[in-house]
């Protein structure tokens, strides 16, 4: 991240100053990258989307991107989905299960859902 970037990152969410490096900051980015996800792909969502800083990767982050997974996307397409829709993140697995329930209720297949 630049320094303007940084900037924007804690005049948004100054709270990020309270988390640790090590055991939030890192994990968090490198599970990011590990989709796929370019450092200035990971720069911008974070300037973008602080919040997603404060989900566990263990329990929030790695579940929906599985989720995806089951769908049929691959860690590329997960990736694409994440960066075009970050609020995905904030969403419970059961609330996006709905969704596609209802679409798949409407006539769509797995492909179209996806």
Known sequence: MDNLQVTKLLVSSPSVLGLSAERTLKPKVKWFKDLGITDLQV??????????L???VERSLKPKAK????L?????????????????L???VENLQTKVKWLKDLGMD???VA
């Open 43 to 52: 720069a911008k969502l974070l300037v973008s989307h602080p919040y997603v």
């Open 54 to 56: 404060t989900r566990s």
């Open 67 to 70: 989720w995806f997974k089951d």
């Open 72 to 88: 049929g996307l691959d860690d590329l397409k997960v990736a694409k989905v994440l960066m075009s829709i970050p609020s995905v």
């Open 90 to 92: 904030t969403h419970p």
């Open 110 to 112: 797995d492909l179209q």
